[in-house]
T-cell receptor, first 112, second 114 residues
Framework: GDSVTQMEGPVTLSEEAFLTINCTYTATGYPSLFWYVQYPGEGLQLLLKATKADDKGSNKGFEATYRKETTSFHLEKGSVQVSDSAVYFCALSSHSNYQLIWGAGTKLIIKP | DVKVTQSSRYLVKRTGEKVFLECVQDMDHENMFWYRQDPGLGLRLIYFSYDVKMKEKGDIPEGYSVSREKKERFSLILESASTNQTSMYLC?????????????FGSGTQLSVL
C-alpha cells in the first residue's frame, strides 16, 4: 500500500543554517504531496503542498519539489530561525479513500 | 480562520473508565477526523465522518467509537480505557470538496490512562 518515509529526528541545527528534511513515498498513481508543521502546543497546520510532478510548493521560506523520478518531496529552507523549531510531517493523499498517509514526523530543533 | 476546538488539553483516566473526547469546528465543514499521534508512528486515523450520523473506520478503530449528532461536533469514545490508549488525540476537519487537500487540526488532547 501507499506509504511515506521521513528521516528520523531530532534534527538539531544552528540558527541561519540550511535545512533539508528528507521525505520519500510509495504510491500508486499520482498522489498529491504535503508538508504539515506542528509547533509546540499546537495542532498541525498545512505548510505547503504540490499536486503534480515537478511542482514546487513554497511557504514561509520553505520549499519542496515533487520529484516523481525519485519519489521524493524533500523539505528545504535556506536559513532557519529559532521559531522554525517544530515537528514536520510529510504526507500524501491516497486516491483510493479519504485518507492522508502520514510520515512519522521529524522534530527540528534550532539553537540560537 | 477556521477553529477546531478540543475540549481538554490534558486528561488523566483510570483503566476501564469510559472516556469522551469532544471536538467542535466552527466552519461548517462536512468532514471530521480523529487521529492518534504517537512518537515514531506519525498520525494514525481512528475514525472519520463525512456527514452527520455517518462514520467510517480508519486504520485503528478497535477500542474506539464515535458520535456525530450535529455537523459541528465529533466525539471520540473510549468504551473501556486501557493503558495502550495513552496517546495524543487530534481532531481535524475539512470541507467536502478538498477533503484530501487541507485538514484543519485542533491542538490535541494528551490522554494518559493509568
Amino acid at each position: 500500500g501507499d506509504s511515506v518515509t521521513q528521516m528520523e529526528g531530532p534534527v538539531t541545527l544552528s540558527e541561519e543554517a540550511f535545512l533539508t528534511i528528507n521525505c520519500t513515498y510509495t504510491a500508486t498513481g499520482y498522489p498529491s504531496l504535503f508538508w504539515y508543521v506542528q509547533y509546540p502546543g499546537e495542532g498541525l497546520q498545512l505548510l505547503l503542498k504540490a499536486t503534480k510532478a515537478d511542482d514546487k510548493g513554497s511557504n514561509k521560506g520553505f520549499e519542496a519539489t515533487y520529484r516523481k523520478e525519485t519519489t521524493s518531496f524533500h523539505l528545504e529552507k535556506g536559513s532557519v530561525q529559532v521559531s522554525d523549531s517544530a515537528v514536520y510531517f510529510c504526507a500524501l493523499s491516497s486516491h483510493s479513500n479519504y485518507q492522508l498517509i502520514w510520515g512519522a514526523g521529524t522534530k527540528l530543533i534550532i539553537k540560537p | 480562520d477556521v477553529k477546531v476546538t478540543q475540549s481538554s488539553r490534558y486528561l488523566v483516566k483510570r483503566t476501564g473508565e469510559k472516556v469522551f473526547l469532544e471536538c467542535v469546528q466552527d466552519m461548517d465543514h462536512e468532514n471530521m477526523f480523529w487521529y492518534r499521534q504517537d512518537p515514531g508512528l506519525g498520525l494514525r486515523l481512528i475514525y472519520f465522518s463525512y456527514d452527520v450520523k455517518m462514520k467510517e473506520k480508519g486504520d485503528i478503530p478497535e477500542g474506539y467509537s464515535v458520535s456525530r449528532e450535529k455537523k459541528e461536533r465529533f466525539s471520540l469514545i473510549l468504551e473501556s480505557a486501557s493503558t495502550n490508549q495513552t496517546s495524543m488525540y487530534l481532531c481535524a476537519s475539512s470541507p467536502l470538496e478538498v477533503v484530501r487537500e487541507k485538514l484543519f487540526f485542533g491542538s490535541g488532547t494528551q490522554l494518559s490512562v493509568l
